[in-house]
């Protein structure tokens, strides 16, 4: 596990730090080289055997991350975050480079893509937890805000623009030459967190031993313990998991069949996604410029989430497409403004022994919930038709928002004044050693 200590001063990289910039230029690269990934492996798998074995590749494919997910958080907080992004990137950079040379020189086949596709699940199992890990250790509280609105914005950017670059680039080079760029992006993703400025300081060599005797499976129910005996945490986490699940499967399933319906067609389709992800950068944009000043984020930012959430029943009941590419575009913002302020309450919030594994959960909630949100409905469209799931999924992910009111906890968070590193007490220390996360009120 990593403990830190952060007084003013201390080595922590300010926004403007060179280092932390190229840390944040390589995340951004890396994110455009998993778009061109997604594309080549798409376009891969269906050549080899048609769309169903796009689907099982693809589906498959997760059932390692979600599993793997809570484990993964424990382990970056047995190591540190920085570690387990290097060595991640170094192995999904082999991994790459020989799936570039496997299309090139064979013919693809789906069990060789299949496999290819479960040992990058395994890997981003402990990559996610440790990239959201990692800004608790890079910077101060302060910042945090601020640097998860930038983050959220360049993932949107490179989203955006790296879907349809992916496209061309499969389309004119083929899918080895898109499989070979996205291994230099993690190459450069390695290089540029291994050159981040971190202030942390190991355990000591008796803590360390102590450590390394417990289990991973023990530390990662202490860290589900610990999340469920933190009122604040425990309540980011079910309203961020709960909105997910309500939205994931209307705009993933939903939204494709509506427009159809509504003789809006593919185009149609594809202006309602591209202004809703306008938005998705807007938001987080927004967040990285008004930073530190937002005070108490927790009751405010709910509502405007909620009033976002239900711009998807306006999408769904308007007959115009102006009026629902304007909805869509302020949803996106909405959601993702949410999303940008409360992971870093998450960050400061959580101690720093537990960080790891406190993100991990909300991934989880994140990648578990999402496929089974498809799933209700497909099956509730069946039933109730496009319009009424997907006003449904709006009203209930506005629900959920509104409920985190309830909490006291959360209409009074804001993000820490002072330092989020500070180093734990002496009582906090022993029951993390004994595997017990302290509990609050």
Known sequence: MVTTSGQAGDGYSGLRDRRLVSWL???????????????????????????????????????????????????????????????????????????????????????????????????????????????????????????????????????????????????????????GLDAASFLLGAIAVAALRMRKTALSPANAEETTKSSLLRETLDGLRYTIHRPLLLVVVLVLAGMEFSVTGPVSVGLPALTLERGWGPSGLGLILGFFGFGAMIGPLTISVIGNRLGRVGGWTLIVAAAGCLLLAVIATTPELVVACVAAACMGAAINFLSAVFIPLLQTNAEPAYVGRVMSTLSFGFTGLAPLSMAVTGILMEVLGSTVTIVSGASVAALVGLSGLASRHLRNASVASGDHAKKPSKETQLETRRGVGPQEG
């Not at 494919?61 to 958080?73: C, E, I, S, T, V």
């Not at 950079?93 to 570039?100: F, N, P």
């Open 25 to 179: 230029a390589g995340e951004f690269v890396s994110h455009f080289g998993d778009q061109f990934f997604i594309i080549a492996i798409s376009v891969t798998a269906t050549q080899a055997g048609g769309p169903g074995a796009l689907a099982l590749v693809l589906s498959v494919g997760m059932l390692p991350r979600l599993l793997l997910m809570l484990p993964g958080g424990a382990l970056v907080d047995r190591l540190d975050p920085r570690r387990v992004m290097i060595w991640s990137d170094v192995v999904r950079t082999v991994l790459a480079a020989g799936i570039t040379l496997y299309t090139a020189i064979a013919r693809p086949n789906v069990t060789v893509l299949l496999v290819a596709m479960l040992l990058f699940s395994v890997i981003g199992s402990a990559f996610e937890p440790a990239t959201n890990a990692i800004p608790v250790y890079a910077v101060r509280t302060e910042d945090l805000v601020r640097l998860q609105g930038i983050r959220t914005t360049l993932s949107r950017i490179a989203i955006i623009a790296g879907a349809p670059a992916g496209g061309v680039i499969v389309g004119f080079g083929g899918a080895s030459l898109a499989f």
